[in-house]
Structures are given as structure tokens and as C-alpha cells.
């Protein structure tokens, strides 16, 4: 049996054990080549067993002891001496150990390979074929046996996923054994730190936007250098690279059940349906555990189907933008928020917040913005906290006595955040030109008279690029340019631009990269959320706060870019 095993993770110490473990079995000199690279895009790289780099391109050697890298926009595509192809997908490294076939040189097969972050997707060769115990890729989570087959694996932040298209494969660690494909009942699975490997009916949905080939995104295309005949006269005696991994396989065909076998799988569903009643129901008969910052109704809201949204704090810029759930209170919404700032840690029920904020007590929000989407309502406003009314910050869930107070406004949001994990390609946002989706606090007093704006979204790397003008009534004007990486709907910005004159803009000579002269005096923050109907399509709902300590002005917003379908 192929046998694509890891070991399992328990703790730092475990962690550390099996990375040590793979460093002592490197070897110190770089070993034969074992394959070459067909296709190389973006930042891609191998270091070698003395632990020197090198950049990979197409048809550059892979050698035993190489560690192979993917940037976050980089994808590797790989056919091993024995007519093995994989596709290593972005942010990945995968660490050939091992491999070689039975010759003269080596008196065994092995392939030993280990999977230290990211996922790859492979068709296996004829190293296994006959010796099942002759193939063998590590993870931190388990180990998994392989039959001459096609599949796919990926390490997320909590799980180890696997997906199995052709042939079988059996799934094991210490804590049990899963057969996939043939002499199983499933196709998918996952194995969480410390868990025994579970079975999935579904696939899950990171396999499903696997950013490598074959996963129904557009094929990566060839260099321009050279004709793809000559790419396919490479590749003789095999499967060509791009066939294997068309894209249009039929979904994989789940295996026949008898009569019995169904019989006992339905027995047992039934079975494990009425003990999912029986727990749901006890643990919605415990009570939560009081918080005196929230109301017994509120904390119920939140155990259900709270808010989602951010606020924009107009007296900060680094720290500007929280996401945060809402509840309904007595002077208008009451805001949670947690160390995390994902907008999921309440998907498995209710959590005592890190910090509740309530804002002022004589007066409600003013609402500036409502706009009906699809199936919902995007909102924002401002909450006008002032030195006579502030809002009031609440960190402790024992007493209300250690509260701070909040002496300035704030923007709020509600929006419902989208599901990415089914849209593909590239899409082209940009800023209304009405005015009337964007509304800007200025230090200064001053109004906004105009604005553009624009995004392009990468839904295959999920990364984002964008730009932002703002010209306010005083003839001064800010201009914030951004890229960063989307996770579930949320954009976090990693490099951010800004911009900010006193006088009147010459848009005849301003290029993108220019800077002021005071711009190593400026700083800021810009997040956001996107969201998703049938007829808008794919929309953005950001937030910012930026200021200029020489010009000591500052600004803040919120704003809606909305635009084209995949491209």
C-alpha cells in the first residue's frame, strides 16, 4: 500500500519534536534530481539541504533534500522522474526527503515527502505502485495510505483536509483509521489536531477553491517563450501535466453500498441525528454566564444570529477600524468585540466578549446611509459622542465600576459579510459618483466635495488592490492607495499609502507613488468587509482613519465600492 503518512501533533513540545526530527533526517549535501518543474509562476523557490535558495523556473531541476516554497502569489507545477505530477498551491512548502526508485543505487523504491504548511494536489507514479508501503508524505495531523491514486491535501490554521478523486486512500493516527474511496464510505476528510480522522459527505470548501489547477479555476497559462507542443514533447511517456489536471473531471462517484450496509448507515445516522437533538437541546437548557455588561436578551442575541459590521473610531488612525458584532440596546445598538477581530469566534455559540461598547445615553445614532440589497440591509451612521454624552467602553464582565469613556464620534456599519468560497476570477470595484456612498469625518471641520475610488479583487489569490481620492471643501486633499489579503470576506490591509496636501491638486503631474513632503508624518489603518447579492454582485464596505501629525489634521470614513462580475 502507498502510504502517505505524517505524524501527529500534540502540543509545542510534540510540534517541535517531529520538526526537529525532519531537520536531523536533512541530508548535507543536495541529492539527485528527482523530477523537473513544468510550469513556475510568481514567487516561487527551493532551498536545498545545506539550506541555500534558489529560484525555480521551468524546467529547472528538483532534487532530493530540496524544500520547495510558494509565495502567496506563486503556484508550482512538478513531474517526477516516475511520471508523478503534482501542483503545489500558493503559501505552501512541501520537503522532498526521499526519492528515488529500485536501481542499482538504491536497493529500495521510497518516496518520503513532508507537507509543512499550504496543500498540493498529485497523481502518483509508479513509485508504490507495487510496494504500498513505499510512499510516505507527513503532516503534523496524520497519516495517509495511498493506492496509485489522484488526490489532494491541504493544511489549514486547525485541520489537516484530504480529498480523493481517484483510487483509495486511508486516512490514520494514533487516535483511528478512515478508508476513503475504495473500501470506504466517503471521499473526504478531516483530521483536527489530536482527533481521529473523520469522514466528510461534502467536500470541504477550501478543496473546492484549491488554488491549483484542475479545481475549476482557469488554467495556468504556458510561457510565452516557447510553443506548448514542446511543453507536451517534455512530458512523453506520461500523462501530460495540464491533462492530468484538466479541470473537468467528473465528480468523483461515491462508492456502491449493499442492501445491509445502507440499511446499518442509515440505522446509525438516525442514531447520531437523535443524539445532536438530545445534545442541542441540553446545552440550549444551560444557562449563559452573567455578564454585567450585557442584558440576559442581549447575551441571547448573540448566541443566535448577532450583527456583523465594524466601527471607525474619527479620533484614531493605527488602531481605527474593529470589526464587531451588534445587539440591540436602549439608546440604539450595543457593540462586542473580540481580541481576534474575524467576525467568527460566536459561530459555535455564545462567547463573553473581550469588550462591549455602548454609546451615549441621551442621544440615539444618526443614521447617514441605507441601502437595500438583495436579501439585505447595508447601514451606516454616526454616533455623535460628545465631552457632555460620551460612549461608554466596558472591558470587564464582573462589574460595570472599570469603564472608560469615549468623548468623540464614531462611524458604525451593519452589513451581512459574503461568502467567497464559491466565486472565482477577478473583480473591478469602484466608488459611486453620486456622493452617496461615502460619508468622512474631518478634524478640521471640513467637508468632502468630491471623491473617486477603486478596487481589483483576486478572488483565485485573495488579494486586493486599491486607491482612494478624497478632495474636501478647503481645496486640501487626501489620497490613500492599499493592497492586502482577503480572509473569509475581510479585507486586512499589509501596505498601506497616504497622501495629504494643503492645496489644490495638479492631476496633470500626480502619479501613483508620489509622496508629500510630509508623508513620513502620516499614518493610518484601512479594513473593510465584503459583501455579496445576486443583482450588485461582489461589493466592498470599508472603513479608514488617517491623520497627518504635521499638518496636525486628520480624517475618517466609511465608504461602498460596488462593480463587475468574474472577469
Given at each position: 500500500m502507498l502510504t502517505f503518512a505524517t505524524c501527529h501533533r500534540n502540543g509545542p513540545a510534540r510540534s517541535t519534536r517531529w520538526l526537529l526530527s525532519v531537520v536531523l533526517l536533512m541530508p548535507l549535501t543536495a541529492?539527485?534530481?528527482?523530477?523537473?518543474?513544468?510550469?513556475?509562476?510568481?514567487?516561487?523557490?527551493?532551498?536545498?539541504?545545506?539550506?541555500?535558495?534558489?529560484?525555480?523556473?521551468?524546467?529547472?531541476?528538483?532534487?532530493?533534500?530540496?524544500?520547495?516554497?510558494?509565495?502567496?502569489?506563486?503556484?508550482?507545477?512538478?513531474?517526477?522522474?516516475?511520471?508523478?505530477?503534482?501542483?503545489?498551491?500558493?503559501?505552501?512548502?512541501?520537503r522532498i526527503s526521499e526519492y528515488h526508485e529500485r536501481d542499482a543505487g538504491n536497493s529500495d523504491e521510497q518516496v518520503l515527502m513532508d507537507l509543512l504548511a499550504g496543500g498540493f494536489r498529485t497523481i502518483t507514479g509508479r513509485i508504490g505502485s507495487t510496494d504500498r508501503d513505499a510512499y510516505q508524505v507527513r503532516t503534523p495531523n496524520a497519516s495517509i495510505g495511498i493506492r496509485g491514486t489522484h488526490y489532494e491535501a491541504l493544511l489549514t490554521d486547525s485541520s489537516l483536509l484530504v480529498g480523493l478523486y481517484d483510487g483509495g486512500i486511508v486516512v490514520?493516527?494514533?487516535?483511528?483509521?478512515?478508508?476513503?474511496?475504495?473500501?470506504?464510505?466517503?471521499?473526504f476528510a478531516e483530521v483536527g489536531s489530536g482527533t481521529a480522522p473523520?469522514?466528510?459527505?461534502?467536500?470541504?470548501?477550501?478543496?473546492?477553491?484549491?488554488?491549483?489547477?484542475?479545481?475549476?479555476?482557469?488554467?495556468?497559462?504556458?510561457?510565452?517563450?516557447?510553443?506548448?507542443?514542446?511543453?507536451?514533447?517534455?512530458?512523453?511517456?506520461?500523462?501530460?501535466?495540464e491533462s492530468a489536471f484538466a479541470g473537468n473531471e467528473p465528480p468523483p462517484t461515491i462508492p456502491q453500498l449493499t442492501a445491509e450496509q445502507q440499511a446499518r448507515l442509515e440505522a446509525l445516522l438516525t442514531e447520531l441525528d437523535d443524539e445532536l437533538n438530545d445534545l442541542g437541546e441540553?446545552?440550549?437548557?444551560?444557562?449563559?454566564?452573567?455578564?454585567?455588561?450585557?442584558?440576559?436578551e442581549q447575551q441571547a442575541a448573540l448566541a443566535t444570529k448577532p450583527g456583523k459590521g465594524f466601527i471607525v473610531l474619527t479620533d484614531s488612525d493605527d488602531d481605527a477600524v474593529h470589526f464587531v458584532y451588534r445587539v440591540e440596546g436602549?439608546?440604539?445598538?450595543?457593540?462586542?468585540?473580540?481580541?481576534?477581530?474575524?467576525?467568527?469566534?460566536?459561530?459555535?455559540?455564545?462567547?463573553?466578549?473581550?469588550?462591549?461598547?455602548k454609546g451615549p445615553t441621551l442621544t440615539a445614532p444618526d443614521s447617514l446611509v441605507t441601502l437595500e440589497r438583495d436579501d439585505q440591509t447595508v447601514e451606516w451612521g454616526i454616533w455623535n459622542a460628545s465631552a457632555t454624552d460620551p460612549a461608554t467602553l466596558l472591558e470587564s464582565s464582573n462589574s460595570l465600576a472599570d469603564a472608560s469613556l469615549d468623548t468623540t464620534p464614531f462611524f458604525y456599519v451593519f452589513a451581512e459579510p459574503a461568502d467567497l468560497t464559491s466565486l472565482v476570477g477577478t473583480r473591478y470595484l469602484s466608488l459611486c459618483s453620486n456622493m452617496d456612498c461615502i460619508s468622512v469625518s474631518a478634524s478640521n471641520g471640513e467637508t468632502l466635495s468630491s471623491a473617486d475610488g477603486y478596487m481589483d479583487v483576486d478572488l483565485d489569490n485573495l488579494t486586493a488592490t486599491a486607491g482612494m481620492n478624497l478632495y474636501m471643501s478647503d481645496s486640501s486633499w487626501w489620497s490613500l492607495y492599499f493592497s492586502g489579503n482577503v480572509k473569509d470576506s475581510l479585507l486586512s490591509t499589509n501596505?498601506?499609502?497616504?497622501?495629504?496636501?494643503?492645496?489644490?491638486?495638479?492631476?496633470?503631474?500626480?502619479?501613483?507613488?508620489?509622496?508629500?513632503?510630509?508623508?513620513?508624518?502620516?499614518?493610518?489603518?484601512?479594513?473593510?468587509?465584503?459583501?455579496?447579492?445576486?443583482?450588485?454582485?461582489?461589493?466592498?464596505?470599508?472603513?479608514?482613519?488617517?491623520?497627518?501629525?504635521?499638518?496636525?489634521?486628520?480624517i475618517s470614513g466609511v465608504f461602498l465600492m460596488s462593480g463587475s462580475e468574474a472577469n
Open positions: 541529492l539527485a534530481s528527482v523530477g523537473k518543474v513544468v510550469i513556475a509562476q510568481g514567487d516561487v523557490y527551493a532551498v536545498d539541504a545545506n539550506n541555500a535558495q534558489r529560484t525555480l523556473s521551468r524546467r529547472s531541476d528538483v532534487n532530493e533534500g530540496d524544500t520547495l516554497v510558494t509565495g502567496a502569489n506563486g503556484s508550482l507545477q512538478i513531474r517526477f522522474n516516475d511520471n508523478a505530477v503534482l501542483a503545489l498551491s500558493p503559501e505552501s512548502r512541501l490514520s493516527n494514533e487516535n483511528g483509521r478512515l478508508n476513503l474511496g475504495l473500501g470506504g464510505n466517503f471521499l473523520k469522514g466528510l459527505l461534502e467536500p470541504p470548501a477550501l478543496l473546492n477553491q484549491s488554488r491549483v489547477p484542475g479545481t475549476g479555476q482557469a488554467p495556468l497559462s504556458q510561457p510565452q517563450d516557447e510553443p506548448e507542443s514542446q511543453i507536451e514533447e517534455e512530458d512523453d511517456g506520461g500523462l501530460p501535466l441540553a446545552a440550549a437548557s444551560q444557562p449563559i454566564a452573567p455578564d454585567a455588561r450585557l442584558t440576559a436602549e439608546n440604539g445598538p450595543v457593540f462586542v468585540n473580540y481580541d481576534d477581530e474575524t467576525l467568527s469566534e460566536l459561530d459555535n455559540g455564545y462567547v463573553s466578549p473581550d469588550r462591549v461598547y501596505d498601506l499609502f497616504i497622501d495629504y496636501d494643503q492645496q489644490s491638486r495638479d492631476e496633470s503631474s500626480y502619479n501613483l507613488g508620489d509622496e508629500s513632503q510630509s508623508f513620513s508624518d502620516i499614518s493610518g489603518e484601512f479594513q473593510g468587509l465584503f459583501i455579496h447579492g445576486e443583482n450588485q454582485g461582489l461589493e466592498f464596505i470599508g472603513g479608514f482613519g488617517v491623520s497627518s501629525n504635521a499638518a496636525n489634521e486628520s
